[in-house]
């Protein structure tokens, strides 16, 4: 494929051009791309950048209006010399100084340009010169591109940012992890392009792949496939249950080291959803797109497409294989740009999620997708609206089936799915919760009134205490993981009269994607409640004291099941006791020793709390740093952890102090 513009000054006789300097330092100041480095030029579409000709001392003068030549942009492989579009935005301008040796051209840019690596050749009357390549992105600093964001703070934020903070754990404990992006590392941009070199559209239509690149839309898309590898060579392999034949989701600190990886070999074992959206992230913001890395708490995978999420018990309260389920979290990353194909209401951040989860276009793909539309619950606008609506906005309905085979629902929740929606905030290591840009707050008039837009059923407007029989776990504050620990069970009969009651008390490990694992404490007691009483059943004793320490299923969720003999109703509240992610067990704090000068040895101490009763065995420390640590974490490791320990860094080599308390 090939994607060709001309710019044309009228020619006389060809002049004899001795070097071409593409002025990178300049036009990289120019352009918000330094940080590229200076040995290739990357500029940004839409903004005019400048190259110097210097000419031979025994070629004719330049003079403007007189002496004329042409230039040729080229972008794409020429495959077929017949395809070429011509963008009659680009344009040029040339001056030159008092001995009309030294030709400055000013070469303007379409904002429509595809982006991708372009070759610049100089024609003078069929006599062409080559002067090099430069590298083309999306601009968020101009007001003509689709991705133009007007603050500065958030263009540094989401286009210049190297680092970021990817939140994970659960709603009542949020916890950001610390990620390199690394767009500007040597290489990355070029592994960005060859991403979509790889994508299986221009394998079958190079030449309508490489001329939708001018489109933001089109590359978000084809990114979101692209960054795992169901369908193609994508970047990732997802998994969640065996990862010894690759590297551990959550040992992963950067995007860099999985980028070239990916270059190299291949698709890159293994991946999960903060994995794939942060590497997600680092591709868009290298080709230029605005983008942040989203956090949603109470994540609904809704298999079915009913914007319902379904959970089915039996009677005795064990849960019935379903393929609805509610992650603790799930991360994808939302970008910045216009929607002419929806309409300017919904131009603004769109997300996209690159996680293989359900195919869109028989594609392992899923956005981009108006945040705009998303709030306003219009699920038929393109693309994958109503997939994305339900992860943030879905009800949850449980189910119990009785002998007869009969499914009966005993409990619904409009407020389970979508919470404290997260991303980093501008400009500071914070979390923003962004939940109100996704959604109406829960409960209010204008958020049913989107559910029903977007054809959920009916559900009960008005607010209060509903009839019938109520439940609700509680936890003793300040409850430590490791530690034993209170739970109560609070049961309230809101109903005319009596009921006798079957309370089922029981905590079990669960992964954050929903997966059930061991069961960690259990109790069974018949009640009886006399109407518009109260209870509360106390579990203080040792068998209910769990030590939750859960590293490939890392959270515990604590669930009481209660239902009556006469009417067979239902209730099932539940509550996540603690959540231990893969190497993050104890409390660390990283501390700079002395201070930090430029070129000199930087010396770094680390000290790690070990909050459990048994010793942290076989532990392994890793540090990274952009411009620190040589592309390449650092790593050490320890035999056993009992209390306290001190990891101290100089140069490089560590040493270790093991503290007593």
């Known amino acids: 494929m090939r994607d060709q513009d001309f710019l044309c000054f009228c020619i006389g006789t060809a002049l004899d051009i001795e070097r071409c300097d593409l002025n990178i330092k300049g036009n990289h100041s120019n352009h918000h791309t330094e940080l590229f480095g200076e040995k290739r030029l990357v500029v940004r579409r839409g903004q005019p950048f400048s190259i110097v000709l210097h000419l031979s001392s025994s070629s004719k003068e330049f003079k403007v209006g007189e002496t004329n030549f042409m230039f040729d942009v080229e972008t794409g492989t020429p495959l077929f010399p017949q395809a070429s579009t011509v963008d009659t935005e680009w344009s040029a301008s040339a001056a030159t100084d008092a001995s009309g040796r030294t030709v ?277 606008l393109k693309y994958d609206t109503p997939f994305i609506f339900a992860e943030v906005n879905a009800d949850v309905e449980d189910l119990v089936q009785l002998s007869t085979g009969q499914f009966v629902m005993f409990s619904e929740s409009t407020k389970s799915v979508g919470c404290f929606i997260s991303t980093k905030a501008v400009g500071a290591n914070e979390r923003r919760d962004i939940t109100h840009q996704y959604k109406y707050p829960e409960g209010s008039k204008e958020e049913r009134e989107v559910y029903e837009r977007a054809q959920h059923r009916n559900m009960l407007l008005q607010r209060g205490e509903k009839p019938g029989l109520h439940l609700k776990i509680k936890l003793a504050e300040n409850m430590i993981v490791g530690s034993s620990f209170e739970v109560y069970a609070f049961l309230t009969n809101n109903c005319m009269d009596t009921r006798n009651c079957k309370l089922i008390f029981y905590a079990r490990a669960v992964s954050y994607n929903g997966k059930l694992g061991d069961l960690c404490g259990f109790s069974s007691d018949n009640l009886e409640m006399p109407s518009g009483e109260g209870l509360r059943d106390n579990h203080p004793d040792e068998k209910y004291s769990l030590m939750l320490i859960c590293i490939f299923l890392p959270s515990s969720t604590l669930q009481c099941l209660r239902f009556t003999f006469q009417n067979l109703e239902f209730c099932l509240p539940d509550t996540t006791l603690c959540h231990v992610f893969y190497g993050e067990t104890g409390t660390s704090c990283l501390q700079l020793v002395g201070e930090a000068r430029v070129n000199q040895p930087l010396t770094v101490e680390m000290t790690l709390l070990n909050p459990l009763p048994e010793p942290l065995l076989s532990c392994s420390f890793a540090i990274d740093g952009i411009g620190l640590t040589g592309s390449k974490p650092i790593t050490a490791t320890y035999v056993k952890l009992c209390h306290s320990l001190r990891l101290i860094t100089e140069n490089n080599h560590w040493h270790w102090k093991q503290d007593k308390v």
Request: charged share 20%; with cysteine.
């Open 104 to 380: 400055t051209v000013s070469i303007s840019s379409s904002p429509k340009a595809p982006i991708g690596v372009y070759t610049l050749t100089l024609d003078q009357l069929g006599q062409k010169t080559s002067l090099g390549q430069f590298t083309l992105l999306f601009n968020a600093w101009c007001p003509d591109d689709a991705v133009y964001m007007k603050s500065e703070e958030k263009r540094k934020e989401y286009v210049l940012a190297q680092h970021g903070l990817v939140y994970r754990g659960s709603q009542k404990r949020i916890k950001g992890k610390p990620w390199n992006f690394g767009q500007f590392e040597p290489g990355i941009v070029d592994i960005c392009l060859k991403i979509l070199d790889n994508n299986p559209k221009f394998v079958s239509d190079a030449d309508k792949d490489v001329s939708s690149r001018s489109d933001p839309i089109y590359v978000t898309r084809a990114l979101s496939a692209m960054i795992n590898s169901n369908d193609d060579q994508g970047v990732l392999v997802g998994e969640w249950a065996e990862f010894s034949d690759g590297t551990h989701p959550g040992l992963w600190m950067g995007s860099g080291e999985i980028l070239r990886q990916w270059a190299e070999s291949g698709p890159v074992r293994y991946g999960q959803c903060w994995v794939f959206a942060a590497v997600a992230c680092t591709v868009s913001r290298a080709l230029g797109i605005p983008c942040r890395v989203v956090t949603n708490f109470g994540s609904a995978h809704d298999t079915n497409a009913n914007l319902v999420i379904e959970r089915f018990y039996d009677e005795n309260g064990d849960r019935i294989s379903g393929d609805d389920s509610i992650w603790n979290f799930h991360v994808w990353v939302d970008s910045w740009m216009t929607r002419p194909d929806l309409g300017s209401k919904f131009d603004g951040w769109q997300t996209s999620d690159p996680t293989p989860q359900e195919t869109s276009d028989g594609v392992f793909c899923c956005g981009p997708a108006s945040l705009c539309a998303i709030k306003e619950g219009e699920v038929g």
